[in-house]
């Protein structure tokens, strides 16, 4: 059976020139910040970087990173359904950042990109909101607030976000089709 493991900030740092490190992120939180050599593959596009991934994890090591780690282990599992074996950072970049180790920053990146668990907490707030105050018109709005508190109650106890998986497929997270293609070309000569 295929599995993963997990590297710390200091172990994926001295292993960096090592390994192929994919961000599974939305494009926008890619170009805020990413591990030096890092490609970005957003996590609902792996099946389609399947065979690219699978080839590369023949000629080396993969690490997959996220913000937080959740959405990397998400893919390592995934991966790892398909007989890939991979690594992933604990903690993410937020956590390769707070120890002191460098994110590259493309020139010319949106900064102010949103992360993805900052657009959620966003999206929720306004729905809940909204649901209050149209729900004093109608209490049948309220019935969005009580859905959004399901929902996260939901997701605590899954590890899983349906609204991140929303929210992913906006055009401001996607990445351009052109940007994709370029990754797995990178990917499959590495």
């Known amino acids: 059976m295929t599995t993963h493991h997990t590297l710390d900030t200091d172990q994926a740092r001295t292993r960096l020139h090592e390994l192929i490190v994919l961000d599974v992120r939305t494009p926008g939180e890619y170009a805020t910040g990413h591990l030096p ?13 399947l065979p690219d991934i699978h080839h590369a994890a023949q000629r080396g090591d993969i690490l997959v990173v996220c913000a937080s780690g959740t959405r990397s282990e998400n893919a390592c599992h995934a991966l790892a359904a398909h007989g890939i074996t991979t690594a ?47 729900g004093r018109l109608r209490p049948a709005f309220r019935l969005a607030s ?45």
């Open 37 to 49: 050599g890092a490609l970005n593959i957003p996590l609902d596009h792996l099946d389609k970087a």
């Open 88 to 134: 992933t950072l604990a903690g993410g970049t937020g956590a390769w950042a707070a120890d002191g180790h460098p994110l590259h920053r493309p020139d010319g990146a949106r900064r102010t990109a949103w992360s993805m668990e900052r657009q959620v907490r966003l999206t929720a707030g306004a729905v809940v909101l909204t649901g209050l105050t149209l």
């Open 146 to 190: 009580a859905g959004i508190a399901g929902g996260l109650a939901f997701s605590a106890v899954t590890d899983t976000c349906g609204m991140a998986a929303l929210l992913a497929k906006l055009p401001h997270n996607r990445p351009h089709q052109g940007d994709l293609e370029a990754t797995l070309t990178t990917l499959r000569n590495h």
